[in-house]
T-cell receptor, first 112, second 111 residues
Framework: KAGVTQTPRYLIKTRGQQVTLSCSPI?????VSWYQQTPGQGLQFLFE???????NKGNFPGRFSGRQFSNSRSEMNVSTLELGDSALYLC???????????FGQGTRLTVV | TQLLEQSPQFLSIQEGENLTVYCNSS?????LQWYRQEPGEGPVLLVT?????EVKKLKRLTFQFGDARKDSSLHITAAQTGDTGLYLC???????????FGTGTLLAVQP
């Protein structure tokens, strides 16, 4: 069974631009969570989508947004990029609300 | 706010040594998971513990969930270079079922 797929793997953007990241969860999994990982802050929760609805939200500014489609694929958007947004963005797939999370390889975003 | 603190933050040991990593919180979690992450990759699930006092073994790795379900430990026996990586605990609990990650323990096993 295919794992969690994140695209692209690497991305370089300039300050002020916007970016969209994509995550395809494991087939049958309805929950997709997004995390930002940086050396200084560790894994920070961004938001979780379940059946196309945002179920949980972390403490990130409104520049960070997401959505989930009917096939459970999810996208994350960051507008007006800042240097501090440089990070590894990870997507986690879960079957339901209380099962283990399976991660994609992440998207490494560099803002210059 | 639920927080998970891991200790130590960094650990460098020789191959063959034993080690223990701790994951502590003031909050109760319905379940707790341990992950290992290698550079440039996403975390990979190692184990899930759900019952207070539960002990699970995965080859040379032993995981324990505290009786009060607020803390957990990971013990590695006879560490190998392949054990090198970032170890993360993650807890789930509360009304939101949000998965919260610990601060991480970076382990380096030297040959």
């Amino acid at each position: 069974k295919a794992g969690v797929t994140q695209t692209p793997r690497y991305l370089i953007k300039t300050r002020g631009q916007q970016v969209t990241l994509s995550c395809s969860p494991i087939s049958g999994h309805r929950s997709v969570s997004w995390y930002q990982q940086t050396p200084g802050q560790g894994l920070q929760f961004l938001f979780e989508y379940f059946s196309e609805t945002q179920r949980n939200k972390g403490n990130f500014p409104g520049r960070f947004s997401g959505r989930q489609f009917s096939n459970s694929r999810s996208e994350m958007n960051v507008s007006t990029l800042e240097l501090g947004d440089s990070a590894l963005y990870l997507c986690a797939s879960r079957r339901g609300s209380d099962t283990e999370a399976f991660f994609g390889q992440g998207t490494r975003l560099t803002v210059v | 706010t639920q927080l998970l603190e891991q200790s130590p933050q960094f650990l460098s040991i020789q191959e063959g040594e034993n080690l223990t990593v701790y994951c502590n919180s003031s909050s109760v979690f319905s379940s707790l998971q341990w992950y290992r992450q290698e550079p440039g990759e996403g975390p990979v699930l190692l184990v899930t513990v759900v019952t207070g006092g539960e002990v699970k073994k995965l080859k040379r790795l032993t995981f324990q969930f505290g009786d009060a379900r607020k803390d957990s430990s990971l013990h590695i026996t006879a560490a190998q270079t392949g054990d090198t990586g970032l170890y993360l605990c993650a807890g789930e609990g509360g009304a939101t079922n949000k998965l919260i990650f610990g601060t991480g323990t970076l382990l380096a096993v030297q040959p």
